[in-house]
Every structure is written in structure tokens, then in C-alpha cells.
């Protein structure tokens, strides 16, 4: 079965660090991303990363702050969170696609794991 799992959300304050990990299993996929959604709002891509090219993608609100990486043998994908603001807190998602692009929307992921929560306080 198709399996993505999230890990490593939690509490921490504003300027502190996090590492969120997504393990897949079940199936192989070419371009894994981080989702976060906030309350009210819509969910939006924070990053994403090509598994077998390698290239990667960052949004704007995130970049010089979080860098998304993989672990080949762990099937792993990893979201390092620095500087952590408080409007940095949502659900943080694992989603995945067969595609050769990392596409923005969330309309065109269809594996999505259930989410780890992010809280930063101030």
C-alpha cells in the first residue's frame, strides 16, 4: 500500500530549528513536496524536490531559512526548518507525484500523508 508518513513537528520558539522527515513506502515517486496549511487559509507548497534529478524548490517565504533534502536507502525525505517564525505555524504535509516537474498545486498530488503539526511561539 502507498504510504507517507510525516515526523518531527512540534513546539518550539520563534528562531528555533525543527527537521521534518516524510518516509514513503508502497511505491516510488519522482517529485516529493512540503505542503502547510494554517487555519482558514489555503494550503500551499513550502518546497519540493525531484527524487531521482535532485533539484529542488523553495518558496519565497521560506528560502535562506528551510532547505528540503532526501536519503536514498531511508527513502526519506527531509524539511530543515531555521529561524522559525511564528507565522511559520501550520500542518505541514507530505505529498507526492509522478512527474518530471514540482508542480504548485496541491489539485495535482494524490498521495498525501496526514500531516505533522508546527507551532512556533513568540
Known amino acids: 500500500q502507498v504510504q507517507l508518513e510525516e515526523s518531527g513537528g512540534g513546539l518550539v520558539q520563534a528562531g528555533g530549528s525543527l527537521r521534518l522527515s516524510c518516509a514513503a513506502s508502497g511505491s516510488t515517486f519522482s517529485v516529493m513536496s512540503w505542503f502547510r496549511q494554517a487555519p482558514g487559509t489555503d494550503r500551499v507548497l513550502v518546497a519540493g524536490?525531484?527524487?531521482?534529478?535532485?533539484?529542488?524548490y523553495l518558496a519565497d517565504f521560506v528560502k535562506g531559512r528551510f532547505t528540503i533534502s532526501k536519503d536514498d536507502a531511508m527513502n526519506t525525505m527531509y524539511l530543515h526548518m531555521n529561524d522559525l517564525k511564528p507565522e511559520d505555524t501550520a500542518v505541514y504535509y507530505c505529498a507526492a507525484i509522478r512527474s518530471f516537474v514540482i508542480h504548485t498545486s496541491p489539485d495535482n498530488y494524490h498521495y498525501w500523508g496526514q500531516g505533522t503539526q508546527v507551532n512556533v511561539s513568540s
Open positions: 524536490i525531484n527524487w531521482h534529478i535532485g533539484n529542488t
